[in-house]
């Protein structure tokens, strides 16, 4: 009885197995056009990275620094985008960093427009536009519509107190190119701007 009720299951098995496998051949992949802007020069640019790199060095009492992932201005409007990846489910933040970007929004915001947006991936090929990210809006974060964490709250790991920890739970879902239309929503109400 027990060697039937195995080989059922396992025959069970094979065949779900078999169709969600048929399935997933059976899905076809977009392709984006081809990428706006390309580095031409990888190692040009691979370089240049690493010269910045050794501007701050052991011995010095300031510690390294953060970057802006993509800022667009036009017509002095923006949009600012900065990519954590997730690790279970969540990415983490350091205070300092989304300091900076609060303040940045801020000053932007009085001046003109500007859209800040954090986006979450797994590993992710953005030439896919059916591609998956979750995002949140600055907004979001000054409004408390993202929580606030610095501990993690499923208690895994207690010592992120110089981090935020945001939990893709929190986050929108959407595609990639979803996010594109987004973007280009910004830049045509920028261009109402003056």
Known sequence: MVNETSDLIDTIYEKEHHRKESQKSNQII????????????ELEFTRGREV???LIVHGMMASGGTDIDWLI??????VILEFKGFHNDKINI?????????????????????YLYVIGCDDIDFSNPDSTV??????QWKTGAIPKNTNDIYG???????????YREYMEEIS????RDLVDSHWKEFEKIR
């Not at 201005?73 to 923006?78: I, L, N, R, T, Y």
């Not at 801020?106 to 001046?111: G, H, I, P, T, Y």
């Not at 979750?134 to 907004?139: A, G, K, L, R, Y």
């Open 30 to 41: 977009r392709k984006s056009p081809k990428a706006k802007y390309q580095i031409f020069d």
């Open 52 to 54: 910045l790199g050794d």
């Open 73 to 78: 201005e036009h017509k002095g409007g923006f």
């Open 94 to 114: 350091a205070k300092g960093q989304i300091i900076a970007y609060e303040k940045l929004h801020e000053k932007l915001n009085q001046a003109t427009k500007c």
């Open 134 to 139: 979750w995002i949140f809006e600055m907004n």
């Open 156 to 166: 895994e790991d207690s010592g992120k107190q110089n981090k935020f920890i945001v």
């Open 176 to 179: 990639v190119e979803k996010l």
